[in-house]
């Protein structure tokens, strides 16, 4: 099949002939109708991995081959999976927790081949229906919805609470959306690019703030009359949480949502002295994609909004390298 492959870091993604998968126990292969290229894939390639890695983790498809023990799953279906493959028996995989499995193996994350790709292996377990009003390739925003939706639930937003959410890539703004869905009162957000915050508005932000025209901390105080309850840090460079513990209020809440895979300074004592409560997440739990999934046949939330292209396989590796800069791209969604 085609694949766009890894070929070390630096360089660009090349499309090139690579093995299908064969589903084992339990697993099942994807036709891949459409996969969302994701900022965690442009800083994975910064990373010293091997070359012929496969990358692609947001994806939905229609099953066409299944494996020993998948019930009663069949080919034809169009699903959507998490792209993460578990032992299936541990205390996290039971919870519906599978990020937490201690033998996790992740599509598109290494080791297991991803979506930039005509097929992918899934999982049985992880695996969802798409509704009927959801095209498939709609069906790869499932994803990315389901990481705002688990950084919600991490911040335990309640009605009435005001939030503040740093950053408004793909992340902030499908953590937005729920953050508005969960009830909150004021949902602003904070970006230095006008187009982001512009999507931030359409995605529910209640306001927006540009952290280049001010401080974030008393612009928000003008808004909502008082220091945020919750803060969902969702940029993950050096510094930024820092600047959260700053101007947190005594015994909020901050969600580590942003991705920084190098050394960050904090002064803990900022955060001690105000008692913070600072939650780190990562991925989500199986209910997070059924929740989203039952709000999109619902259609209770319209994320449409953050597509913003369609390309083929073939113009991958282009776009790709085009999104390491500066852009009005939001979510990029691949049809191989
Ligand atoms: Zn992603
Ligand atoms: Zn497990």
Redesign the pocket.
């Known amino acids: 099949m085609r694949a766009a492959v890894f070929q070390g870091k630096g360089k660009p993604l090349a499309i090139e002939d690579v093995p299908e998968p064969t589903p084992g126990p339990g697993e099942l292969v994807l036709k891949v109708g459409g996969c969302?290229i994701?900022?965690?894939?442009l800083h994975m390639s910064e990373q010293p991995l091997p070359a012929g890695m496969v990358m692609g983790?947001?994806f939905a498809g229609e099953i066409v081959e299944t494996g020993r023990d998948v019930g009663d799953w069949k080919s034809g279906e169009r699903v959507c999976a998490l792209p993460l493959l578990g032992c299936g028996s541990c205390h996290w995989c039971s919870a519906g927790a599978v990020h937490l499995c201690p033998t996790l193996r992740g599509a598109g994350l290494g080791p297991v081949g991803g979506a930039y790709a005509e097929y992918v292996l899934v999982s049985a377990r992880e695996t969802f229906r798409l509704p009927e009003n959801l095209p498939t390739h709609e069906g790869a925003l499932v994803?990315?919805l389901a990481?705002g939706l688990h950084a919600v639930h991490g911040g335990r937003i309640r009605p009435g609470d005001d939030v503040l959410i740093i950053g408004a890539g793909?992340?902030g703004l499908a953590t937005t959306l729920w953050a508005r869905h969960a009830g909150a009162r004021e949902v602003v957000v904070s970006d230095f690019v006008e187009h982001r915050r512009e999507m931030a508005g359409r995605m529910g932000a209640t306001q927006v703030i540009d952290p280049g025209a001010g401080e974030v901390g008393p612009a928000f105080e003008r808004i909502a009359g008082r220091k945020p309850d919750v803060i969902l840090e969702c940029v993950g460079v050096p510094g930024v949480l820092q600047q959260v513990f700053e101007l947190a209020a005594p015994r909020s809440r901050v969600v580590v949502v942003g991705v920084c895979m190098v050394p960050d300074t904090i002064v803990p004592v900022i955060a001690l002295t105000k008692e913070l409560q600072v939650q780190f997440v990562a991925f989500y739990e199986r209910r997070d994609f059924g929740h989203t999934l039952h709000m999109l046949r619902d259609e209770r939330i319209d994320p449409r909004g953050m597509i913003t292209d369609l390309i083929e396989l073939e113009q991958l590796p282009a776009a790709f390298e085009a999104l390491r800069r500066p852009s009005t791209q939001c979510k990029v969604i691949v049809r191989p």
Do not use: L, T
Not at 38 to 41: L, V
């Open positions: 969302g994701c900022g965690s894939d983790h947001e994803e990315p990481v793909p992340v």
